[in-house]
């Protein structure tokens, strides 16, 4: 490819550093090689007969079978979870509701290590990432709304908040662990009752999750884990349940709204996005190269609100280019379970395959393609950090959704210019504004289109903080305050 410039041609050349391999081990990892369906508290065989292997993407090894639930089990498992909630599950006094909160997060803590390993090997993301971001803020997910259940009429004052009753959950394979917990404590802590159905590549976690369930002695069907694949969780949204929580596609999320229409159903959309992290002239611009990188290269960029377009002022366009340019370079890509590795492996080759499939488009388009020159893993699904610069706004490259590690790089004069290019998108999930002037920043949020605007900072996540997005970003939040809303009856509202 002649476009693609590599780390010969560039000088002066980082230092080659030596990192000694630090795997973490497998071995605290115990797999069943085959899994039931998690229903009214018991693992059951899929009434379908049916089973679906998943694989560890770095080394596409399988790693298990896992059921996949055909319309009867997802009956059953909606019948399980209405009968939790109206034989004690809705009249269970908030403060006992807490309990069951506090003891899974407790043992989400206690047992973090081996849900680590697993979400690295069966997602492909880096045991760094898992271990000190995933799962610390799966478990505080769970304290922040174990201390919401019992102080719902202060949280909504003179509304008389009640449960929904059962919700269907539909979560994606980019933060396995970390969706369940958004979606599963504030349905628990406002009284309701679940079915989750995690994605067809990464369901291990989710089901090691039910297994601590029972540890936490959780009534039985009050939370239910029915794995399969996309028409499972057409299933489980067509079914007899109050209210959906879908993370994933906007593609999905469409034809899930569709589907409901006029149902009665409630509910909450998180979808895909195109976040613009724009960095002014008078930005420190170390500290922004490493939100860029922490930005799009977190997770192999398969986070919805990632950091994907970079608007530069033209000013500094050079120098900052340079900078990360060879930041890339220092970047460790392989091995998931390597303590050093920086980005791991694509989650699916259905994945990779569409992101070799948009950055061909970029080079065709005209872009110009930038890849530190890295070793990759003879087996797998990997793909190197990519940058690219000379993005117009057309490209395909700046409007769609990559989900990968690449990103876009556009330039602007004016911060009129910047709001413009960073609003002229159909998604609106996230932004992020570099600058030293606290004034700009406040000047720049209000103007952002954004679910989430992040000021000298990327990608931060706290449980306290709502989370969503405008456009086709879709619509609710969840976190904070506002994350208990879409799960409650609020009288007068
Ligand atoms: P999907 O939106 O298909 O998957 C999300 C979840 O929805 C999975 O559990 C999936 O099941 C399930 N699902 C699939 N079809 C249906 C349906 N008709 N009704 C109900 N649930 C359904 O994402 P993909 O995995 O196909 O990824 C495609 C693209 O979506 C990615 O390349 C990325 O751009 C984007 N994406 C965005 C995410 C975000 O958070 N914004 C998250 C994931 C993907 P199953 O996995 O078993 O098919």
Redesign the pocket.
């Known amino acids: 490819m002649s476009e693609l410039e590599t780390t010969q041609e560039r000088s002066p050349a980082v230092p080659a550093w030596e990192y000694a391999e630090a795997p973490e081990s497998k071995e605290i990892v115990r797999l069943e090689d085959r899994y039931g369906l998690f229903i009214g508290g018991d693992f059951v065989e899929p009434k379908s007969g049916k089973y679906l292997p998943t694989i560890d993407p770095a080394t596409e090894e399988t790693l298990a079978e896992v059921s996949e639930a055909g319309t009867e089990d997802v009956e059953l498992a909606v019948s399980a979870a209405r009968n939790a909630f109206d034989t004690g599950w809705r009249d269970l006094p908030g403060k006992e509701r807490a309990k069951y909160l506090y003891r899974i997060a407790r043992a989400l803590q206690e047992r973090a290590r081996e849900f680590s390993v697993l979400e690295s090997m069966d997602g492909g993301k880096p045991i760094k990432e898992s271990r000190d971001i995933d799962l610390p803020l799966a478990a505080a997910h769970f304290f922040y709304y174990a201390g919401w259940a019992d102080k719902l009429e202060y949280a909504f004052p003179g509304r008389s908040p009640s449960p929904i009753g059962v919700a269907g959950q539909?979560?994606?394979?980019?933060f396995p662990m970390l969706m369940a917990a958004w979606k599963l404590a504030p349905a628990l802590a406002t009284g309701n009752t679940t079915v989750l159905?995690?994605?067809?590549?990464t369901p291990l976690t989710a089901l090691l999750l039910a297994e601590v369930l029972q540890q936490a002695e959780l009534p039985a069907g009050v939370v239910n884990v029915i794995t399969?694949?996309?028409e499972?969780?057409?299933a489980l949204?067509a079914s007899d349940v109050d209210k959906v929580a879908?993370?994933?596609?906007t593609?999905?999320g469409k034809?899930?709204q569709r589907t409901i229409a006029g149902s009665g159903k409630r509910l909450t959309l998180?979808?895909?996005?195109k976040a613009a992290n724009i960095v002014f002239e008078d930005a420190p611009l170390d500290q922004a190269v490493e939100g860029i990188v922490n930005g799009i290269f977190f997770n192999q960029g398969h986070v919805?609100c990632a950091g994907s377009r970079l608007l530069v002022q033209e000013p500094i366009f050079e120098p900052l280019l340079d900078k990360l340019k060879t930041r890339l370079e220092t970047l460790r890509v392989g091995d998931p379970l390597d303590k050093n590795t920086d980005v791991g492996a694509i989650n699916s080759q259905a994945?990779l395959e569409?992101i070799e499939e948009l950055v061909a488009a970029g080079v065709d388009e005209g872009a110009e393609i930038y890849q530190p020159a890295c070793d990759l893993p003879a087996r797998g699904f990997w793909f190197r950090p990519t940058l690219f610069t000379g993005v117009s706004q057309s490209h395909r490259i700046a409007r769609e959704?990559i989900?990968g590690p690449v990103l876009s790089i556009l330039t602007f004069r004016t911060p009129d210019e910047a709001v413009e290019k960073a609003n002229n998108t159909p998604y609106g999930l996230s932004a992020g504004v570099w600058t030293e002037k606290g004034s700009r920043i406040l000047w720049m949020a209000e103007r952002m289109k954004a679910g989430v605007v992040w000021a000298n900072t990327f990608n931060r996540f706290d449980p306290t903080s709502p989370f969503g997005g405008y456009k086709e970003s879709g619509f609710g939040r969840e976190g904070g305050l506002h994350g208990l809303e879409p799960y409650l009856e609020l009288n007068g509202s």
Do not use: D, M, R, Y
Request: charged fraction near 20%; charge should be negative; glycine fraction near 18%.
């Open positions: 539909v979560i994606p394979w980019n159905k995690p994605a067809e590549t399969g694949a996309g499972t969780g057409a949204v879908f993370t994933g596609s593609e999905v034809l899930i998180e979808l895909g996005g919805c994945q569409k959704e989900f």
